[in-house]
């Protein structure tokens, strides 16, 4: 009922509003949640360390990598995500999907020492 009279003196149409999102290059936004894919070196993926996600706002925020982890394994940061409009000071989550770089090649000495290292399986 804010829009334009339909005829003099009578009732005011609606007012429609038509919002597009544009895609994003880091995040992608599924309801209240935003996701997005993190590198992780292959030494950090086995042997532990962090990897860091800068977010809209530009606040960095540390995902801990405390196991072996798989490549496309994904970890949840609850709180992170976009704000919930009906509900004030509420976040969705933050969900990281970590892509395990491995090298391009390994001189045969390397190639030994993981041998040694690292269980066949």
Avoid: C, W
Avoid at 14 to 34: A, C, M, T
Avoid at 48 to 61: E, F, I, P
Avoid at 102 to 113: A, G, R, V
């Amino acid at each position: 009922g804010k829009g334009d009279e339909l005829a003099p003196g009578g009732p005011s149409a609606d007012l429609v509003f038509i919002i597009k999102q544009q895609p994003h290059p880091q995040f992608e936004r599924k309801g209240n949640d935003l996701y997005t894919t993190v590198k992780v070196p292959l030494v950090a993926a086995l042997t532990g360390g962090t990897a860091s996600v800068r977010l809209l706002d530009g606040k960095d925020v540390t995902v801990p990598i405390s196991q072996p982890v798989n490549h496309g394994e994904t970890r949840v940061i609850k709180g992170q995500g976009m704000p919930i409009s009906k509900e004030p000071g509420q976040q969705g989550d933050l969900v990281v999907k970590l892509e395990v770089v491995f090298p391009m090649k390994l001189s045969q000495q390397q190639k030994e020492q993981l041998r040694r290292s690292l269980p066949a399986q």
